[in-house]
């Protein structure tokens, strides 16, 4: 799978603000997935869409992708202190599920 | 409770001691992965597996062995570890090879 680009590299917001932070890639992909990352745990999928999607909803999350400008956004709304965390993209949809990550987004909420 | 566990968490061993990972996830699935992360090179795959007696070398396998002899479980095994495997490394799981859930962890440190 390729390798999505996140931006910004770090982001720091108070709690109760909106975040979004955005992924980018470069060949075409069947889905687009966002992990989230807490400091010193482990990897958790947050959600997936696939390329006939245009935006998502789970929660407090919401995703949106634009396959004309090979891009991709998480905006997490109402932030919390809890949300601190790093953001990853993954463009993969290959058949052996290999994640490919880019250095993320660095998300601080600060309460 | 669903989950992907791993032992140890935390690993300080010496050159050439041969150790293994252990992984294992009680959600049935097929897909099985190793990972390592390392900072400013982000997530890379070791190895994967799509079935019980089926794996397959990802990205960065040198050094490493794997094997799956039950669908539960998928040892990462070091035969002579060295320094430049001192890493963070990650079991993932799948149903369906796209969405992968993830262990939390293991640190090592090869001195």
């Known amino acids: 799978s390729q390798q999505g680009e996140e931006d910004p590299q770090a982001l720091s917001i108070q709690e109760g603000e909106n975040a979004t932070m955005n992924c980018s890639y470069k060949?075409?992909?069947?889905?687009l997935q966002w992990y989230r990352q807490n400091s010193g745990r482990g990897l958790v999928h947050l959600i997936l869409?696939?390329?006939?999607?245009r935006e998502k909803h789970s929660g407090r999350l919401r995703v949106t992708l634009d396959t004309s400008k090979k891009s991709s956004s998480l905006l997490i709304t109402a932030s919390r202190a809890a949300d601190t965390a790093s953001y990853f993209c993954d463009t993969g949809g290959t058949s052996y599920g290999k994640l490919t990550f880019g250095q993320g987004t660095i998300l601080t909420v600060h309460p | 409770e669903a989950q992907v566990t791993q032992n140890p968490r935390y690993l300080i061993t010496v050159t050439g001691k041969k150790l293994t990972v252990t992984c294992s996830q009680n959600?049935?699935?097929?897909?099985m992965s190793w990972y390592r992360q390392d900072p400013g090179l982000g997530l890379r795959q070791i190895y994967y597996?799509?079935?019980?007696?089926?794996?397959d070398k990802g990205d960065v396998p040198e050094g490493y062995k794997v094997s799956r002899k039950e669908k539960r479980n998928f040892p990462l095994i070091l035969e002579s570890p060295s320094p430049n495997q001192t890493s963070l490394y990650f079991c993932?799981?799948?149903?369906?090879?796209?969405?992968?859930?993830f262990g939390p962890g293991t640190r090592l440190l090869v001195l």
């Open positions: 993932a799981s799948s149903f369906d090879g796209e969405t992968q859930y």
């Open positions: 597996s799509m079935n019980v007696e089926v794996t």
């Open positions: 060949t075409s992909i069947n889905n």
């Open positions: 869409i696939r390329s006939n999607e």
């Open positions: 959600m049935n699935h097929e897909y």
